[in-house]
C-alpha cells in the first residue's frame, strides 16, 4: 500500500530571512520554533535526512510544501521573488527524487493576478501539483475577490488548493487567547486550536461569499479532518436562511473540499470524516516535521482503521492520485 503525505513542509534560507525582517504587525509569531534549531534543520532539508524521515514515518511519497505562512505576509514585489525562487527549488528537487516527492506550488498572494499565473506555470512548466494557500493576506481574507483570479486559475487548470492554518491576528491572540501564561497562550491560540479556527473559517467565507457557484469545479484540500468544520456542519447550516445560496453550506463542503488527518492519528476522527465525506474526500498526511513524531505511526493508523482495502487505499493514495490524473497540464 503505497502512502502519500500531503502537508508536508519545508522552507528555504531566504524566505525565513525575510519573515526575520517583516513589518511586526504582519509577523507571524508562530515563527520561532520552525526558524532555530533542529526545527530549521528540517525545514530546510530536501535530501537524505528527509526521506529517512520518511522511511521512519512509513510514508512512502511527500507533497511538500512551504511552510507558514508561506510569502503572504510579505511585500508584493518580494513575495513575487520568492515564490519562484521557492518553487523553483521545489521543482528541481523534485525532479532530483521523482518517485519520493512532490510539490505544491507557493503562490505571491499580494499580487493576486501574478499568483493566478504563477499557478499556471507551477503546474504546466514545474509539474507541480497545484498550491498551497495559508488564509489571509496580511489583513486581507482569502474571499475578498481580489483574489478571486487564483480560484480562476486554479479551476481552469483543475489543480487542487490546500488551504493551511496560519496564526490569528494580533488583536484576536491577545482578546481569546491571552492572559494564559507565556507557554500556554501561544499553545492555546496557535496548535492548540486558534490555528484551525482560522484555516476553517477562511473556508466557510469561501462557500459563503460565492465562491463556488462562481467556480463550480474548485477544489479545495485542508488538513486537521476538516480544520473543526467537519464537526460542525449541522449547526452551521443555520447560517443557509441568511444567505442566497443555491446549496446548503454543508453541501459545498461536501462536494467541494477533501480533508487529510495532518498527523492526527485518530481513529474516531476518520470514522467522522468518512460518514460525512465518504471515502473519496479523505487524503493522508503527516504534517511532517510538526507532526507528532512516532516510528511506523503512518503506516500503522491506516492498517488500524476499521474499512475495507478498497477505502484504506483510497486513503493512502488512490484519491490523491485520481485527483492529480485530472490537472490539465
Known amino acids: 500500500m503505497k502512502i502519500v503525505g500531503l502537508e508536508e513542509h519545508f522552507a528555504t534560507a531566504e524566505v525565513m530571512d525575510a519573515w526575520q525582517h517583516v513589518d511586526p504587525r504582519w509577523s507571524d509569531l508562530a515563527l520561532k520554533g520552525p526558524t532555530e534549531g533542529e526545527g530549521k534543520q528540517r525545514l530546510l532539508d530536501l535530501g537524505a535526512k528527509r526521506l529517512a524521515a520518511m522511511d521512519e514515518a512509513g510514508v512512502d511519497v511527500a507533497v511538500l510544501s512551504l511552510t507558514t505562512p508561506g510569502v503572504q505576509n510579505l511585500d508584493a514585489a518580494l513575495s513575487v521573488m520568492l515564490a519562484r525562487q521557492s518553487n523553483d527549488r521545489l521543482a528541481d528537487a523534485v525532479r532530483s527524487n521523482s518517485e519520493r516527492l512532490q510539490g505544491f506550488a507557493t503562490l505571491p498572494t499580494p499580487s493576486p493576478q501574478t499568483a493566478a499565473k504563477e499557478l499556471e506555470r507551477?503546474?504546466?512548466?514545474?509539474?507541480?501539483?497545484?498550491?498551497?494557500?495559508?488564509?489571509?493576506?496580511?489583513?486581507?481574507?482569502?474571499?475578498?475577490?481580489?483574489?478571486w483570479p487564483i480560484f480562476e486559475a486554479a479551476e481552469a487548470l483543475r489543480a487542487p488548493l490546500y488551504i493551511h492554518p496560519q496564526s490569528p491576528q494580533q488583536g484576536v491572540l491577545d482578546t481569546y487567547y491571552g492572559g494564559l501564561g507565556e507557554e500556554l497562550g501561544p499553545l492555546f491560540g496557535r496548535p492548540g486550536i486558534g490555528w484551525h479556527y482560522e484555516a476553517g473559517i477562511q473556508i466557510l467565507r469561501l462557500i459563503l461569499t460565492g465562491v463556488f457557484d462562481r467556480f463550480p469545479d474548485l477544489q479545495l484540500i485542508t488538513g486537521h479532518w476538516g480544520e473543526v468544520v467537519l464537526f460542525y456542519l449541522d449547526r452551521i447550516d443555520?447560517?443557509?436562511?441568511?444567505?442566497?445560496?443555491?446549496?446548503?453550506?454543508?453541501?459545498?463542503?461536501?462536494?467541494?473540499?477533501?480533508?487529510?488527518?495532518?498527523?492526527?492519528?485518530?481513529?474516531?476522527?476518520?470514522?467522522?470524516?468518512?460518514?460525512?465525506?465518504?471515502?473519496?474526500?479523505?487524503?493522508f498526511a503527516t504534517d511532517y516535521p510538526f507532526g507528532r513524531a512516532q516510528a511506523g505511526g503512518a503506516r500503522e493508523f491506516l492498517d488500524a482503521a476499521q474499512i475495507g482495502e478498497e477505502d484504506r487505499i483510497k486513503v493512502a493514495s488512490g484519491n490523491w492520485d485520481k485527483m492529480c490524473a485530472q490537472i490539465r497540464r
Not at 122 to 147: C, K, V, W, Y
Not at 266 to 277: C, D, I, N
Open 238 to 283: 443555520l447560517l443557509n436562511s441568511s444567505t442566497k445560496l443555491p446549496r446548503k453550506i454543508s453541501e459545498y463542503f461536501q462536494q467541494h473540499v477533501a480533508v487529510t488527518a495532518s498527523g492526527v492519528y485518530s481513529q474516531r476522527y476518520l470514522r467522522w470524516a468518512l460518514e460525512v465525506l465518504g471515502p473519496d474526500r479523505i487524503l
Open 122 to 147: 507551477a503546474i504546466r512548466e514545474l509539474g507541480l501539483h497545484g498550491a498551497m494557500l495559508h488564509g489571509r493576506t496580511r489583513d486581507r481574507n482569502l474571499s475578498d475577490e481580489e483574489f
